[in-house]
């Protein structure tokens, strides 16, 4: 059984960010029709969505973009988005809203409560970790998200054969990211490439952010991992 502290670092800081007249309205709109409150107790994901469609976790969702882009090119799949920030939910809802998404609930909170707390062992289809805060400096690391206990945590998570999917345009937080994905016994490389990183999957669209630094010849690395 994976045990996770009740007590952990967090992977990032809350800041109080400017949140647009927009994103207020949506946020106040849409989080009692899109949102899920945090619970310390299981989630029935079925019920939530209504059906026994694949599910699929993404933790830290930004403004939104991508998750929603995602989803909108899946039906078949069911999306739960985790984010703590503010601003960026209320984007998130925009996007609901505006593409009239079925299949993208939000859950405002820290990934490893949710995760420990309310998703069953098993319970997902795959997990997408984008572009996480790399804490670049050697004292801030500890804050990563992707380290041994959590992703233990992850990988307990999925279903066999299902994926954990991570990207970053910080190098030296991808070969980390290869490194402990490597040494988890539940999960293997998708990449039968030297280096041991994917090509980017189909199902992640490449933002405008990430298509200017390839321009600018800034790399992105993808992990591509599956659970045994």
């Known amino acids: 059984m994976i045990e996770v502290q009740r007590e952990h670092i967090r992977s990032f800081v809350l800041r109080q960010g400017r949140i647009s007249s927009a994103q207020q309205r949506y946020y106040a709109e849409g989080m009692p029709r899109h949102g899920l409150p945090y619970a ?26 991508t998750t929603a882009a995602i989803a909108a090119a899946h039906p078949e799949n069911d999306y739960l988005g985790i984010e703590v920030h503010t601003p960026g939910v209320g984007s998130l809802l925009k996007e609901i809203a505006t593409r009239e998404l079925t299949n993208l609930r939000v859950i405002q909170h820290d990934a490893v409560e ?23 400096k050697k004292r801030q690391q500890k804050r990563r998200l992707i380290q041994p206990p ?14 954990l999917h991570c990207a970053t345009d910080w190098e ?32 992640r669209p490449q933002t405008k952010f990430e298509t200017r630094g390839l321009r600018l010849g800034h790399g992105v690395w993808d992990v591509l991992f599956h659970r045994k």
């Open 40 to 65: 310390p107790a299981p989630l029935d994901l079925a019920g939530v969505f209504g059906r026994g469609a694949p599910k699929i976790l993404e933790i830290g969702c930004g403004m939104g973009e």
């Open 114 to 136: 949710v995760l420990r707390d309310m998703i069953l062992p098993g319970a997902l289809a795959g997990m997408h970790i984008y572009f996480p805060d790399p804490w670049p």
């Open 150 to 163: 959590f992703v233990a945590l992850l990988a307990s998570r999925l279903a066999p054969g299902g994926y």
């Open 172 to 203: 030296e937080y991808a070969e980390q990211m290869l490194a402990v994905l490597s040494a988890e016994p539940l999960l293997a490389n998708t990449a039968h490439t030297t280096t041991g990183f994917a090509p980017r999957p189909a199902w």
